[in-house]
C-alpha cells in the first residue's frame, strides 16, 4: 500500500491524524488506473479518501479546466462538502478552485462555469444532467479525469440513480480516461453497486474497497411511562420520555418516518419545552430557505434539537450531534444505520441512538433491528432494471447537446448497468416515442421533437423544444403540490393539493411547526394566517410511508416464533404474546398464521404476513377480491406492516384457498386494470419521459392540467396504441414497483403447505393492534360500527377486562382523531416562549429556524 505524498502527510501529521487504509487505498486504485467503490463506516474519512487522488494528482501537476466532479443526491450535501474542502486545499496553500452546480446557482456563476470552470465541480444528478445537454459539453467535459459519486447506495436501484448511471456513460463518452469512485457508508448488495459505479457495467472493473469497522453503535430503547400502546404509529405518547433525553444532551436529531410525524412530534415537543430549548424542524415539504436556515443553524451549533424525515438521513457532517433519537420502528437495519451515524459522525467513537416504538409490535421490530445493527446485518432491495420513461429523457437532452446516431447511443447506454440488458427493441421504441410521441400521437406537432437527418443522424426539432426539455429535466416527479403563503408574508412551504381541497375556510391545519388558519386561495398558492380556533388537522402526504425491510421482517417472525428470545421483549410485550400462544397460536417464521373469528354480526380474518404495508394493501384487495368470487361477501379490509386483516359477511371457510400463488393472476390483472393507480402511474411516467411538461419559457403548468392532460392521453393510448413504449413502463411500474408483487409472490410460495387457520370464537390478542389501526379500505358498501366502541368490546374480549382498559379506551380515542386529521391543540398557558431565533413566530406556534 502506498503513502501519502507531501504536503499531504504533513497536513495529516500537524492535525494529529493518520491516513486510513481505505484511503491509501483509494489513491493506490487511482495510480492504476482503476475505479473503486469504498464502502466504509459513517466518520470514517469517507469524502476526504474520495478526493485525495484529485488534491494529490492536482498539487503534483497543475491545470486548468474542469478535472473532477462530485455527483451527491442532496444539495445541501453538496455546499456542505465545499465547504469542509476548503479546509485542506486553504491549508495546503493548493492552486485548486471548488465550486457548486445546483439548481440554486445564480445564473451568472453559471455561465461563468461553463467557461471557466473550477477544477472541482461539486453538483446533483439533475444539475449534471442540464450540463451534459448542453451544446458546450464537449468543451466542459473533455479532459475529465475523476468522477466522484457520494452516497451511492442512496441513488442506485432509483429513477435518480437510473439518470445518473446515464450521465456517466454519456460522460466516458465524452471522456474516455474518466475514472469513477463510488462512496457509501451502508452496503447490503456491493457486487451490485460495484456494477452501477462501472463504466462497463461488470462488477469485476470496479476495486471494492472496505473500511475497517468503526466502535459499536450503543442503542436503547425507550418505552412510554405507564400503558404500552396497542398501536398507532405516531409513538407522541413517548414525547415526555424524548424531550427528557434532548434535555440531557448536546444536540439531537429525533428522526421520524413521515413529514405528518415530524409535525406532531415537534408540537408535542414544544407543548413540553418549559426550559425553551432551542428545537428545529425539517421535512422535505418546507420551503427551501427554510431548511438552509435549521441547516445552518444546526452547523452553528444554535439548536439543541432538530425533528427531521428522511430530508436528513445523509451525510452532512455535523460532528457534534451527540445523540440520534428514532421515533417509530425503523423499518430497515440499512435505514437505521444511516441514521445512527448522524451521532459523533466519527469512526473511532461510538454513535449513539435512542430507539422509541409506538406500539406493541414495533417493539419487537425495535429488537430485531437492534439485534441487525450487533450482526452488522445490511438490508436493502438489489437495484432494479432502469427506467425507460428515463431513458426517454435522456434521449432527448443527448439531441439537445448534439445529432447522434442510434448504433451509437444503443452501445453506450447498454454500458450503464441499469440498462445492460436493454433489448433493442425497447431501445428502438424510446426513440420512436421521443422522435414523433408513437403512433397514436404522431399527428400531433407537439409531440414531435427529433427528426433524422439524410445519414442516420437524429437530430433535436429546435431551440425551443430544447429550451423545454433542459427546464424539465429530472426524474422527481411529486404529487399535486401547492405553496402555503402567510398573507401579507412569507411561503412557508408546500402541501399536497388534494388536502387544501378538503378545507374550508376558517379551519386550521398545523404545518411548518405552526397552527395556520385556512384563508382560501390566490392564484398561486393558499393563503393563511397565523393561529386560529378550533382542533387543527395535520397535512398528511401519499406515499410517505417507509416499508418493512424483508431482512427485518425475517427477524420479528423468527423473535414470535421462539420464546427463548422473548428475554429482550419488555414485561407488557412477553406477557401479550404468552396471551397470544394461550388463546391462539404464535406466527411461524417460515409459514402463515391466519386467524378467523365472528364480531358483530360479520366475520374477521387476520393473516400475520409481515411483508410490509405496501405489500399488504396489494394482497388484501387480491384476497377481498377471490373472497368476493367465492361468495364470502368481503366488506372492507386493512393492512399494516405485520398483519392483513379482512372482514366478511359470511365466514371465511378454508382461508388457505385465498392465498394461493394463482392469486397473481387473473385476480392482480383485473385489479391493475381497474385500478386508479395505473393512471397515477402514467401520469409521473409521461412526465420524466418529457410527454408532459410542466414548465414552459415564462409559464408552469398547474398540477391540475398536468393530470387532466394525462388522463386524456392515457384513454387515447390505451384505445388506440394499448403496446406503446410508455403504456408498457407504466404496467411493468404497477405491477413491479409499487405493488410490491415480487414480494408478494415470495410470501405465497414460502408459506405453501405451511399455512395454520385457526377459527376462534373471539378476537385474539395479537389481532388487538390491527383492529383499531388506520388504513382501512372499504371494498362494498356498508356501516362501519363506532370504532370506539368496537375497539373498547375487541380489548375486553382479548384480555378478559385486564391490562389497562381504561387507557387502551384513551389511546383509541386518540387514534380516531389523528386518523381524522384532528389532533388537540395546546392551550395557552401551556406554550413555551419561543427561542430568539424563532421571535417571528406567533405564540402559540413556532417556526423552525
Same mark, same amino acid.
Given at each position: 500500500?502506498?503513502?501519502?505524498?507531501?504536503?499531504?502527510?504533513? &497536513?495529516?501529521?500537524?492535525?494529529?491524524?493518520?491516513?486510513?487504509?481505505?484511503?491509501?487505498?483509494?489513491?493506490?486504485?487511482?495510480?492504476?488506473?482503476?475505479?473503486?467503490?469504498?464502502?466504509?463506516?459513517?466518520?470514517?474519512?469517507?469524502?476526504?479518501?474520495?478526493?485525495?487522488?484529485?488534491?494529490?494528482?492536482?498539487?503534483?501537476?497543475?491545470?486548468?479546466?474542469?478535472?473532477?466532479?462530485?455527483?451527491?443526491?442532496?444539495? $445541501?450535501?453538496?455546499?456542505?462538502?465545499?465547504?469542509?474542502?476548503?479546509?485542506?486545499?486553504?491549508? *495546503?496553500?493548493?492552486?485548486?478552485?471548488?465550486?457548486?452546480?445546483?439548481?440554486?446557482?445564480?445564473?451568472?456563476?453559471?455561465?461563468?462555469?461553463?467557461?471557466?470552470? +473550477?477544477?472541482?465541480?461539486?453538483?446533483?444528478?439533475?444539475?449534471?444532467?442540464?450540463?451534459?445537454?448542453?451544446?458546450?459539453?464537449?468543451?466542459?467535459?473533455?479532459? =475529465?479525469?475523476?468522477?466522484?459519486?457520494?452516497?451511492?447506495?442512496?441513488?442506485?436501484?432509483?429513477?435518480?440513480?437510473?439518470?445518473?448511471?446515464?450521465?456517466?456513460?454519456?460522460?466516458?463518452?465524452?471522456?474516455?480516461?474518466?475514472?469513477?469512485?463510488?462512496?457509501?457508508?451502508?452496503?447490503?448488495?456491493?457486487?451490485?453497486?460495484?456494477?452501477?459505479?462501472?463504466?462497463?457495467?461488470?462488477?469485476?472493473?470496479?476495486?471494492?474497497?472496505?473500511?475497517?469497522?468503526?466502535?459499536?453503535?450503543?442503542?436503547?430503547?425507550?418505552?412510554?411511562?405507564?400503558?404500552?400502546? &396497542?398501536?398507532?404509529?405516531?409513538?407522541?405518547?413517548?414525547?415526555?420520555?424524548?424531550?427528557?433525553?434532548?434535555?440531557?444532551?448536546?444536540? !439531537?436529531?429525533?428522526?421520524?418516518?413521515?413529514?405528518?410525524?415530524? /409535525?406532531?412530534?415537534?408540537?408535542?415537543?414544544?407543548?413540553?419545552?418549559?426550559?425553551?430549548? +432551542?428545537?428545529?424542524?425539517?421535512?422535505?415539504?418546507?420551503?427551501? /430557505?427554510?431548511?438552509?436556515?435549521?441547516?445552518?443553524?444546526?452547523?452553528?451549533?444554535?439548536?439543541?434539537?432538530?425533528?427531521?424525515? $428522511?430530508?436528513?438521513?445523509?451525510?452532512?457532517?455535523?460532528?457534534?450531534?451527540?445523540?440520534?433519537?428514532?421515533?417509530?420502528?425503523?423499518?430497515?437495519?440499512?435505514? =437505521?444505520?444511516?441514521?445512527?451515524?448522524?451521532?459523533?459522525?466519527?469512526?473511532?467513537?461510538?454513535?449513539?441512538?435512542?430507539?422509541?416504538?409506538?406500539?406493541?409490535?414495533?417493539?419487537?421490530?425495535?429488537? $430485531?433491528?437492534?439485534?441487525?445493527?450487533?450482526?452488522?446485518?445490511?438490508?436493502?432491495?438489489?437495484?432494479?432494471?432502469?427506467?425507460?420513461?428515463?431513458?426517454?429523457?435522456?434521449?432527448?437532452?443527448?439531441?439537445?447537446?448534439?445529432?447522434?446516431?442510434?448504433?451509437?447511443?444503443?452501445?453506450?447506454?447498454?454500458?450503464?448497468?441499469?440498462?445492460?440488458?436493454?433489448?433493442?427493441?425497447?431501445?428502438?421504441?424510446?426513440?420512436?416515442?421521443?422522435?414523433?410521441?408513437?403512433?397514436?400521437?404522431?399527428?400531433?406537432?407537439?409531440?414531435?421533437?427529433?427528426?433524422?437527418?439524410?445519414?442516420?443522424?437524429?437530430?433535436?426539432?429546435?431551440?425551443?423544444?430544447?429550451?423545454?426539455?433542459?427546464?424539465?429535466?429530472?426524474?422527481?416527479?411529486?404529487?399535486?403540490? =401547492?405553496?402555503?403563503?402567510?398573507?401579507?408574508?412569507?411561503?412557508?412551504?408546500?402541501?399536497?393539493? &388534494?388536502?387544501?381541497?378538503?378545507?374550508?375556510?376558517?379551519?386550521?391545519?398545523?404545518?411548518?411547526?405552526?397552527?395556520?388558519?385556512?384563508?382560501?386561495?390566490?392564484?398561486?398558492?393558499?393563503?393563511?394566517?397565523?393561529?386560529?380556533?378550533?382542533?387543527?388537522?395535520?397535512?398528511?402526504?401519499?406515499?410517505?410511508?417507509?416499508?418493512?425491510?424483508?431482512?427485518? @421482517?425475517?427477524?420479528?417472525?423468527?423473535?414470535?416464533?421462539?420464546?427463548?428470545?422473548?428475554?429482550?421483549? +419488555?414485561?407488557?410485550?412477553?406477557?401479550?404474546?404468552?396471551?397470544?400462544?394461550?388463546?391462539?397460536?404464535?406466527?411461524?417464521?417460515?409459514?402463515?398464521?391466519?386467524?378467523?373469528?365472528?364480531?358483530?354480526?360479520?366475520?374477521?380474518?387476520?393473516?400475520?404476513?409481515?411483508?410490509?404495508?405496501?405489500?399488504?394493501?396489494?394482497?388484501? *384487495?387480491?384476497?377481498?377480491?377471490?373472497?368476493?368470487?367465492?361468495?364470502?361477501?368481503?366488506?372492507?379490509?386493512?393492512?399494516?406492516?405485520?398483519?392483513?386483516?379482512? &372482514?366478511?359477511?359470511?365466514?371465511?371457510?378454508?382461508? $388457505?384457498?385465498?392465498?394461493?400463488?394463482?392469486?397473481?393472476?387473473?385476480?392482480?390483472?383485473?385489479?391493475?386494470?381497474? @385500478?386508479?393507480?395505473?393512471?397515477?402511474?402514467?401520469? @409521473?411516467?409521461?412526465?420524466?419521459?418529457?410527454?408532459?411538461?410542466?414548465?414552459?419559457?415564462?409559464?408552469?403548468? @398547474?398540477?391540475?392540467? *398536468?393530470?387532466?392532460?394525462?388522463?386524456?392521453?392515457?384513454?387515447?393510448?390505451?384505445?388506440?396504441?394499448?403496446?406503446?413504449?410508455?403504456?408498457?413502463?407504466?404496467?411493468?411500474?404497477?405491477?413491479?414497483?409499487?405493488?410490491?408483487?415480487?414480494?408478494?409472490?415470495?410470501?405465497?410460495?414460502?408459506?405453501?403447505?405451511?399455512?395454520?387457520?385457526?377459527?376462534?370464537?373471539?378476537?385474539?390478542?395479537?389481532?388487538?393492534?390491527?383492529?383499531?389501526?388506520?388504513?382501512?379500505?372499504?371494498?362494498?358498501?356498508?356501516?362501519?360500527?363506532?370504532?370506539?366502541?368496537?375497539?373498547?368490546?375487541?380489548?375486553?374480549?382479548?384480555?378478559?377486562? !385486564?391490562?389497562?382498559?381504561?387507557?387502551?379506551?384513551?389511546?383509541?380515542?386518540?387514534?380516531?382523531?389523528?386518523?381524522?386529521?384532528?389532533?388537540?391543540?395546546?392551550?395557552?398557558?401551556?406554550?413555551?416562549?419561543?427561542?430568539?431565533?424563532?421571535? !417571528?413566530?406567533?405564540?402559540?406556534?413556532?417556526?423552525?429556524?
Amino acid at each position: 500500500m502506498g503513502t501519502l505524498p507531501e504536503p499531504f502527510a504533513g &497536513w495529516f501529521a500537524a492535525r494529529g491524524w493518520t491516513p486510513r487504509p481505505h484511503q491509501l487505498a483509494l489513491l493506490d486504485a487511482a495510480r492504476d488506473g482503476h475505479s473503486a467503490l469504498l464502502v466504509a463506516p459513517t466518520g470514517g474519512g469517507k469524502t476526504l479518501g474520495g478526493f485525495l487522488p484529485t488534491l494529490t494528482a492536482l498539487a503534483a501537476a497543475p491545470r486548468p479546466g474542469l478535472h473532477t466532479i462530485y455527483v451527491s443526491p442532496l444539495k $445541501a450535501l453538496a455546499v456542505d462538502i465545499a465547504r469542509n474542502l476548503l479546509d485542506p486545499i486553504e491549508a *495546503m496553500g493548493l492552486p485548486i478552485r471548488v465550486e457548486t452546480r445546483t439548481g440554486d446557482t445564480p445564473a451568472n456563476r453559471r455561465a461563468r462555469q461553463r467557461q471557466d470552470p +473550477p477544477q472541482i465541480l461539486l453538483t446533483t444528478p439533475e444539475s449534471l444532467a442540464v450540463l451534459l445537454s448542453s451544446p458546450e459539453a464537449d468543451a466542459l467535459f473533455g479532459n =475529465l479525469r475523476e468522477a466522484v459519486l457520494d452516497e451511492a447506495h442512496a441513488l442506485a436501484g432509483s429513477k435518480r440513480g437510473d439518470q445518473l448511471a446515464l450521465c456517466l456513460s454519456r460522460l466516458q463518452t465524452l471522456a474516455p480516461g474518466l475514472r469513477r469512485t463510488g462512496l457509501s457508508a451502508t452496503v447490503a448488495h456491493p457486487d451490485a453497486l460495484r456494477a452501477w459505479v462501472s463504466p462497463s457495467a461488470r462488477a469485476e472493473d470496479v476495486r471494492l474497497v472496505v473500511g475497517q469497522g468503526g466502535a459499536s453503535p450503543q442503542l436503547d430503547l425507550v418505552l412510554p411511562e405507564g400503558h404500552l400502546p &396497542w398501536g398507532g404509529h405516531m409513538g407522541l405518547a413517548s414525547a415526555p420520555e424524548i424531550y427528557r433525553r434532548i434535555r440531557g444532551a448536546g444536540v !439531537t436529531i429525533v428522526f421520524v418516518n413521515t413529514r405528518a410525524q415530524s /409535525e406532531l412530534v415537534f408540537q408535542a415537543l414544544w407543548r413540553l419545552n418549559d426550559d425553551t430549548l +432551542p428545537i428545529g424542524l425539517h421535512h422535505g415539504s418546507l420551503q427551501i /430557505e427554510q431548511r438552509r436556515k435549521v441547516e445552518a443553524a444546526m452547523a452553528a451549533g444554535k439548536l439543541r434539537a432538530v425533528v427531521a424525515t $428522511a430530508s436528513l438521513d445523509l451525510g452532512i457532517d455535523w460532528g457534534a450531534v451527540d445523540q440520534v433519537i428514532q421515533v417509530g420502528a425503523p423499518k430497515g437495519v440499512s435505514r =437505521l444505520m444511516q441514521r445512527i451515524g448522524r451521532s459523533n459522525h466519527r469512526m473511532d467513537e461510538p454513535s449513539r441512538a435512542v430507539l422509541v416504538p409506538a406500539n406493541r409490535f414495533e417493539v419487537i421490530e425495535c429488537v $430485531a433491528a437492534t439485534e441487525a445493527v450487533a450482526a452488522q446485518e445490511l438490508d436493502g432491495e438489489p437495484p432494479r432494471a432502469g427506467g425507460l420513461d428515463v431513458l426517454a429523457q435522456h434521449v432527448l437532452a443527448t439531441a439537445c447537446h448534439a445529432p447522434f446516431h442510434p448504433d451509437d447511443l444503443y452501445a453506450e447506454v447498454t454500458k450503464a448497468a441499469p440498462y445492460a440488458a436493454l433489448t433493442r427493441r425497447d431501445f428502438d421504441d424510446v426513440i420512436r416515442f421521443v422522435e414523433d410521441g408513437g403512433y397514436a400521437l404522431r399527428a400531433y406537432e407537439r409531440f414531435r421533437k427529433l427528426f433524422r437527418d439524410s445519414e442516420g443522424l437524429i437530430h433535436v426539432r429546435d431551440e425551443r423544444v430544447a429550451r423545454t426539455a433542459r427546464m424539465n429535466l429530472g426524474t422527481i416527479v411529486d404529487t399535486p403540490m =401547492l405553496k402555503v403563503r402567510i398573507r401579507g408574508g412569507p411561503v412557508l412551504g408546500e402541501v399536497e393539493e &388534494w388536502f387544501i381541497s378538503t378545507l374550508e375556510p376558517g379551519q386550521c391545519f398545523i404545518f411548518a411547526g405552526q397552527c395556520l388558519r385556512y384563508e382560501g386561495m390566490d392564484a398561486l398558492a393558499a393563503v393563511v394566517s397565523r393561529g386560529g380556533e378550533g382542533e387543527p388537522r395535520v397535512p398528511t402526504y401519499a406515499g410517505a410511508r417507509l416499508p418493512l425491510s424483508t431482512n427485518l @421482517s425475517l427477524r420479528v417472525r423468527g423473535i414470535l416464533e421462539d420464546p427463548k428470545r422473548w428475554a429482550a421483549l +419488555p414485561p407488557p410485550v412477553r406477557d401479550w404474546l404468552r396471551l397470544q400462544a394461550k388463546r391462539s397460536e404464535l406466527p411461524s417464521r417460515d409459514g402463515l398464521l391466519i386467524e378467523t373469528f365472528p364480531r358483530g354480526g360479520r366475520w374477521f380474518l387476520v393473516a400475520y404476513c409481515f411483508e410490509g404495508r405496501l405489500a399488504h394493501q396489494t394482497l388484501g *384487495m387480491l384476497v377481498t377480491k377471490r373472497m368476493e368470487r367465492l361468495g364470502f361477501g368481503p366488506l372492507g379490509y386493512l393492512a399494516t406492516d405485520y398483519v392483513l386483516a379482512a &372482514w366478511s359477511a359470511f365466514e371465511p371457510t378454508n382461508p $388457505a384457498q385465498l392465498f394461493e400463488e394463482d392469486i397473481l393472476g387473473e385476480e392482480l390483472e383485473e385489479w391493475i386494470a381497474e @385500478s386508479s393507480m395505473l393512471r397515477r402511474t402514467f401520469r @409521473s411516467i409521461a412526465t420524466i419521459a418529457g410527454l408532459l411538461e410542466k414548465n414552459h419559457p415564462g409559464a408552469e403548468t @398547474s398540477g391540475r392540467a *398536468m393530470t387532466v392532460n394525462a388522463d386524456l392521453i392515457y384513454d387515447v393510448l390505451r384505445k388506440h396504441d394499448p403496446e406503446h413504449i410508455l403504456l408498457r413502463a407504466t404496467r411493468q411500474e404497477a405491477a413491479f414497483g409499487l405493488t410490491d408483487v415480487r414480494r408478494i409472490a415470495t410470501l405465497l410460495a414460502r408459506v405453501q403447505g405451511r399455512i395454520r387457520h385457526r377459527r376462534l370464537d373471539r378476537v385474539s390478542p395479537l389481532a388487538v393492534p390491527a383492529l383499531i389501526e388506520e388504513g382501512r379500505e372499504w371494498v362494498a358498501g356498508g356501516a362501519e360500527d363506532a370504532l370506539l366502541a368496537e375497539a373498547a368490546a375487541l380489548v375486553e374480549d382479548a384480555t378478559d377486562g !385486564t391490562d389497562h382498559f381504561a387507557d387502551v379506551l384513551s389511546e383509541v380515542t386518540e387514534g380516531i382523531r389523528v386518523r381524522s386529521g384532528v389532533v388537540d391543540r395546546p392551550r395557552h398557558r401551556d406554550r413555551p416562549r419561543h427561542p430568539r431565533f424563532n421571535r !417571528t413566530a406567533p405564540r402559540g406556534a413556532s417556526r423552525e429556524p
